[in-house]
């Protein structure tokens, strides 16, 4: 049964016509052109279509609608808005850490939620934070080099 849905997405309200069941991922790209928002599995395992919820990223290919009900979303077109985010752009451009760049806006997104968290990850948390994504060039070892150095160029936990 199709409803008017409130959303908020990179900080302006949205209005649109959908179904409760029916995917983020789809109300992003479909109804609000947020195309940098990708389709890879479907399944929430390849983490293409990672966004924010609240600060926090969560796949969008498997969130229904109506668990966004007074959220906060942000996707990967809000990045360079946000100062962790254009840390974490600048160093993955340096380092070229992409290569086909389809699963990058995913992991940007994943990346920069973590830093905003902790300048400091560990070993852990990396894993975590990247056993969400599947990069199929096998561009990890500079997607991770790129993560260490924009740790390096953030302000230390607890710094202004």
């Not at 908020?8 to 016509?17: D, E, P, S």
């Not at 790209?29 to 969560?58: I, P, Q, S």
């Not at 990346?111 to 894993?127: C, G, I, M, S």
């Amino acid at each position: 049964m199709t409803s008017t849905f409130e959303l908020k997405v990179n900080g302006r309200a949205h209005r649109v016509q959908a179904d409760e069941n029916d995917l983020l991922l789809y109300v992003l790209r479909n109804d609000l052109d947020c195309k940098g928002v990708r389709f890879g599995c479907g399944a929430g395992h390849c983490g293409a279509c990672t966004v924010w919820m609240d600060g926090r990223a969560v796949q969008s290919c498997d969130m229904p609608l109506w668990g966004t009900a007074g959220r906060e979303l942000t996707t990967v077109e809000q990045l360079a808005s946000d100062p962790v985010g254009t840390v974490v752009l600048d160093a993955f451009v340096s380092l070229q850490a992409a290569q086909c760049g389809y699963c990058i806006n995913g992991i940007l997104m994943s990346v920069t939620a973590l830093l905003r968290r902790t300048t400091t990850p560990t070993e852990a948390e990396l894993q975590e934070t990247m056993h969400r994504h599947l990069c199929r060039c096998g561009a990890h070892a500079r997607i991770l080099k790129a993560i260490e150095a924009a740790a390096a160029r953030l302000p230390a936990e607890g710094q202004p």
